[in-house]
């Protein structure tokens, strides 16, 4: 099969109604590595990269309630700045570049999921150029937003 590994995607085939930060921008721990009084951070294993996690809230009006909040990996070697709020937005918006989606069985569930992850965050682009039409940034050889399909 010609698919193997993470599928390069665009921000707006995976959030096309755009996308609010309804969490922290957090380290992501590496369970394996960690021992009791010793915290491990999670590193890509194809890049070497630090592995961030920040909560988003998908603005598709057709998505069911429990499967509007997911979570999307960013690999950099320093913490995502989050954008700046917009005057009378109670969310903040934001759009990743460089997104990758790795499909997997959810072992709770038995059911298809995603990863997506992406290589940066920004702020929405303006109404001029909406993500849908955006271009592909480039895409490092992997990148996690997980949720069911």
């Known amino acids: 099969m010609a698919i193997q590994g993470p599928i390069p995607v665009h921000f707006?085939?995976?959030?096309?109604?755009?996308?609010f930060i309804v969490g922290e921008v957090e380290q992501v721990k590496d369970f394996d590595a960690s021992s009791k009084g010793r915290t491990v951070y999670a590193k890509d294993k194809n890049t070497g990269e630090l592995v961030w996690q920040v909560a988003v809230m998908?603005?598709?009006?057709?998505?069911?309630?429990?499967?509007?909040?997911v979570s999307v990996k960013i690999l950099s070697p320093?913490?995502?700045?989050?954008?700046?709020?917009?005057?009378?937005?109670?969310?903040v918006?934001?759009?990743?570049?460089?997104?990758?989606?790795?499909?997997?069985?959810?072992q709770n569930t038995g059911r298809l999921a995603w990863s997506i992850r992406a290589t940066s965050m920004r702020p929405p682009r303006s109404a001029a150029t909406p993500a849908r039409q955006s271009a592909p940034a480039p895409v490092k050889e992997t990148a996690g937003k997980d949720v069911a399909a």
């Open 12 to 19: 707006g085939q995976v959030f096309p109604h755009g996308c």
């Open 58 to 69: 998908d603005a598709d009006p057709t998505v069911k309630a429990g499967q509007k909040t």
């Open 78 to 91: 320093i913490q995502p700045v989050v954008p700046a709020a917009l005057p009378g937005l109670p969310f």
């Open 93 to 106: 918006p934001v759009e990743f570049d460089g997104m990758t989606a790795t499909a997997y069985v959810n």
